[in-house]
């Protein structure tokens, strides 16, 4: 945490309390934390996202209360909730899109990150934590999507689980340790609930080292630039809170259009039918944010190298801050790098696109939705592995300015709060 | 730059919401078969205001009870369901469903297997509303067994569990009529249906106009009923099945216009507050 | 890198001024956050299904005479009990001014189908209002209920006479169906 602390207690009590357990100080001098002052809308996800985590650990655990963790139980206990407990439908829905809400703003969060170079030194921790919070959220929403026990609960839990079953040599063995039977059963059912009513703690744990590591190092900002001066900063509280709060109110707009108005548009029709082992639905899909990662891993005919490149476009985010050899943070600055980055987002898209479709159908042209998974993979990898080591040592960058302060006084307009800064009015 | 910001945040919630609503059009399932035209009903449900008609799920409720009952169950629904706030029978009199009398009623004209508490032996008596509709086989393997090996689906939750569920249904009823091409054989107890997954159904078709088989009787307010057609059945049936999938559909759209006119004030409170806390910035007023 | 045309935090001068716009914003905060607070709380309630699973019809008639029923009812134990004419009479003689919780044995019966009392059956709640345990039949000082966990003695007519129990046993909403059927919610 940078500067020292600024809080003095105004009271005798609250006195008292800081000589004994300074907590009310810790939270002070954390909301008022020295802040970029550029900082623009993109900055805000990170609130939206601490909103949503509350969001679903508040309705999960009043699910909790209403949902049985049994195959014969499970499907009718959701159908109950929806009919009978009071504002039951609320509660559920509100958890199911806000699963869609929080993957969200994560991916809005992350788009932002690459963009601006946040992952680079001395942010590298905070990055892999922040990596690592997705994983346990992805790990997470797919437990939780098994438990309604609808087709796609279970065949979902089906096929991922079998992933598992493609390590080599024990991958059976530990498959069915995994699920407790042969097949995806009652003891599953039951151990993804115990496993998915605790992850989300070890998200809001992480979350708190995730917050902590910022406070050490401090927010990055859109021109990628150390603060240096003292004009560079404002204290987060109230500057950062109001906007957050604006922009909270906003993004919680987008939630309760599909909270209220389309409920099941993020959804599968298809788990409206209660599980059955001898059946399975003719088109199984993921839930939308896993489709890019479902892409890659049909992009290859092995069953192994498909788990492996799945694996593999996650692990590749952890390694980021190694792999993109620029000293600038910025695309702003960077010129050439900033299109390799509009491309890559749109070949996250198309991955998507691909996902959601059967793999020998036409995507357009006569190319099949199977090869437009395969050049979007290779997208994807190459942006990591070839294009952001190269390019940072042969890219030429655009001039940066000297400090946060000379920017808003060159650049007024460029983020939104500067221009009402600018001298001339 | 006020409009700026505004106009930037309604661009990227647009975009936000049309990719999303993008992706779950996409995710929709395949269209019917040989060259069958979907019939898109303007539902009276459909829109941001829409809701149930009363008569059309009264009316439906009887093609349930006369003509699916046979063989199809609505597992979780209740009597008592019927009569809630927005359900087919909910009487303004009668604010607790069970006591509802159309409800009782209704739900007296069904036999529900219950234990008898002296011997533990099973006995049948009439339903009472807070009993659940009653299954109509004992088991799975019962119902395949005497629907030539398909078991017929609950219904409560049908329309929610078919992509547009409203379409799907009301389509699947009159398809049967669609002419059946060349090269489609059918084993014995399936029929041609191209709305169906496959174009195979177990089921026969159901609604027919024989004389005198089915007649709408006066609904509740005593209006007189539409004849009853096979598209005004399959369209009532739906209305019924509709309502059974989603009972909370008028609550939930008046909460939301709710909602989405709070967060609009808040948002605008919220963003010229930020406007003032940020014009102390302003060197005028430093 | 002059520090000129930007002006930090610290050199504002706050007038301390708490405009209208932070109140509204504020005031439609907290009634948003109040507004979700009541379903979070709400849904804890007794769901419609639960609320529909009110009544019980009982045969009074098999019981014999000092003999008790129990019967569930809305997950608590229902005692019925048909009284012998010594525990009726025990029940009557009594002078209720001296009761922890007064009570006639008659205003805690119903009457039948045909308007008249019928005192040989006792139906009450089987839960003592001390802490909630079921107290044990024909035991206790009053030949009554006994209730084994805090040692609260009830009479004849289910009425508390000694021990830490508040209140007599409580007698459910119930009415005769007909001469020996009762309903119970």
Redesign the interface.
Known sequence: MSGHSTYEPKWAAARWMDQRLPIVRMGADFIMMPTPRNLNYWWTFGGILLLCLVIQIVTGVILGMHYVAHVDHAFDSVQRIRRDVPYGWLMQSTHAVGASMFFLAVYMHMFRGLYYGSYKAPREVLWIIGCLIYLVMMATAFLGYTLPWGQMSFWGATVITGFFGAVPVVGESLQQWLLGGYAVDNATLNRFYSLHYLLPFIIAALSGLHVWALHVTGSSNPIGVSNKVKTDTLPFHPYFTVKDMFAVAVFLMIFAFFLFYLPDALGHADNYIKADPLKTPPHIVPEWYFLPFYAILRAVPDKLAGILLMIGAIAVLFVLPWLDTSKVRSMRFRPIARWFFFIFVFFCFILGWCGAETPDDEAFLGLSFYRLSQISTLYYFAYFLVILPILGLIEDPKERPASITQSILDYGDKPEPEKVLAPAE | ?AF??VR??II??GI??A???G??I??G?SGPADGYKMIHKHWHWSG?TGSYDVAAMQRGYNVYAQVCRSCHNL??L?F??LG?KGGPFYDEYYK???DNPLVKNIAAEYEVIDVN??DGSEVSRPGI??DYFPPIYRNNAEAAYVNNGAVP??L??MV????N?ADYMYNLLLAYSHPQPEGITLSTGQYYNPVM?GSKIAMPPQLQPQEGVFEYQSDTEGQNPPEATIEQMAADVTEFLAWS?D??LA???E???M??V??????V??????K?????????E? | MAETGLIHHDDIVDDGKRDFIFLAAGAAGALGAASIVWPLLAQMGKAADTLALGSIDIDVGKIGEGEQLKVLWRGAPVFVRHRTAAEIAEAEDVNIDILPDPATDDSRLVPGPDGNLKPQYLVMVGVCTHFGCVPVGEAGDYDGWYCPCHGSHYDTSGRIRKGPAPRNLVVPPYAYTSDTVIKVG
Request: net charge positive.
């Open positions: 730059m700026k910001t930037n945040l990227a919630g936000a919401a990719s999303l609503t992706i779950a996409a995710a399932g941001v597992d979780h209740a008592r369901h809630d607790n469903p069970n508490p002296e509303p807070a689906p609950d409560s939750v929610k569990a078919r992509n569920g997954e999938a009972p909370k609550v939930r759209k909460a939301g216009l909602s989405m709070y967060l609009l004030i808040l948002s409170l919220l963003w010229l507050s930020y003032r806390i940020w014009r102390r910035l302003k060197p005028s430093g």
